[in-house]
């Protein structure tokens, strides 16, 4: 139903504005019973799917990913539709409303997506008001990272100052510094920033009581030498994880013609185009991290056989956005079933 007659409808309108409807919608609604109608219907219980990662228990496998609902304004109406666990985020210490507008685009034809929304959000403090009132026990994940203006010398403090506001909230965190919509973000990827900004914030988790798990979040733009040399930061800064991977860079085998591309411009892609991408990144950590180190893969889901090629490829955990936008809410029972069935 969603395929034939919502997502048509819903597609007629430019996609931040029918996000900014969706997400006023899900709010009226979720002051009625119909939430519980939702989890009924749309949430698989299956003691099969259940996976433990770094001291956190996750009823199933399937999350969602960082940028769908950046504020955590919809944490109890999203928790509904059967995700394991739901990512924030990406937050910054202060309010910054991000690129100019329009800033995110459909591909259709490549079930695609192009965002430059470059990290608008209202703010970590605004972020931990809503989290306060939140009523659901799902996981939440906060992705953190650096406002605009910071330069990267002092984008530690932006980093250590979200964590230090939402460490009484979260279930772990995410040093996301990967989006390629933030300028000169991704150079916090190269090696020597990137050991010291993880150091940083794990220094910072080590003088708290009950130290949360910190994952790093990359890019599948990277070359293999730079991969490698993630591999070696992770493990000599005793980083609890890796999300593998962000949008990417490229617009290679793209099926939309290529005036429209160009016309759209800079922006980071995710979709059905990021699925082999992504699932090599995935393959490649997991022989170099070894069969234990937490793994979570994300990039071009768009069908539960491309969750369970992200898991059979090394991922622990998996996580949606594009595909639950071009898929609809009975997406992630669909993927857990698969999961359950074939795994």
């Known amino acids: 139903m969603y395929r034939f007659f919502v997502r048509p409808l819903l597609f007629l309108f430019p996609p931040e504005f029918i996000h900014h409807v969706t997400f006023n919608l899900l709010r009226v609604v979720g002051k009625f019973r119909v939430p519980f109608l939702f989890h009924k219907v749309f949430t698989l219980q299956n003691p099969k799917l259940e996976r433990r990662l770094f001291g956190l228990t996750f009823p199933n496998p399937v999350g ?5 609902d950046k504020n955590a304004l919809l944490i109890d109406e999203l928790s509904v539709f059967g995700f394991g666990f ?5 937050l910054t210490p202060r309010p910054q409303p991000g690129n100019d507008k329009p800033r995110l685009f459909r591909l259709p034809a490549d079930q695609a997506l192009i965002n430059r929304m470059g990290f608008n959000n209202d703010g970590v403090e605004e972020a931990v008001k809503h989290l306060r009132n939140r009523k659901s026990n799902v996981l939440v994940g906060g992705n953190i990272g650096k406002n605009k203006v910071t330069p990267n010398e002092k984008a530690f403090e932006d980093y250590t100052e979200c964590f230090e506001s939402l460490f009484p909230y ?4 995410v040093v996301n510094v990967s989006s390629p919509n933030t300028p000169n973000l991704r150079e916090l990827q190269e090696k020597e920033p990137l050991k010291r900004l993880l150091n940083s914030v794990k220094a910072l988790n080590q003088t708290k009581g009950n130290p949360k798990p910190i994952l790093l979040k990359i890019a599948p733009d990277l ?3 730079q991969l490698h040399d993630v591999v070696e930061i ?6 609890d994880g890796v999300i593998a991977t962000n949008t990417t860079i ?7 013609d290529a005036q429209t591309i160009s ?3 800079l922006g980071g892609l995710s979709g059905k185009p990021l699925r082999n991408r992504a699932t090599a990144v995935i393959s490649f950590l997991r022989k170099e991290l070894g069969k234990d180190y937490p793994i979570i893969g994300v990039g071009g889901i768009m069908t539960p056989e491309d969750a369970v090629e992200k898991i059979q490829a090394g991922a622990d955990l998996i996580q949606i956005y594009t595909g639950f936008i071009y898929e609809g809410p009975g997406f992630v029972k669909r993927i857990n079933k698969a999961i359950a069935s074939r795994l």
């Open 170 to 173: 979260v279930d772990y965190f």
């Open 64 to 68: 969602l990913a960082a940028g769908f």
């Open 263 to 265: 016309a759209i411009g």
């Open 250 to 256: 490229s617009r290679e085998g793209l099926i939309t």
């Open 223 to 225: 070359s293999e030498s």
């Open 86 to 90: 739901i990512e924030i985020g990406t």
């Open 234 to 239: 992770l493990l000599e800064t005793k980083t």
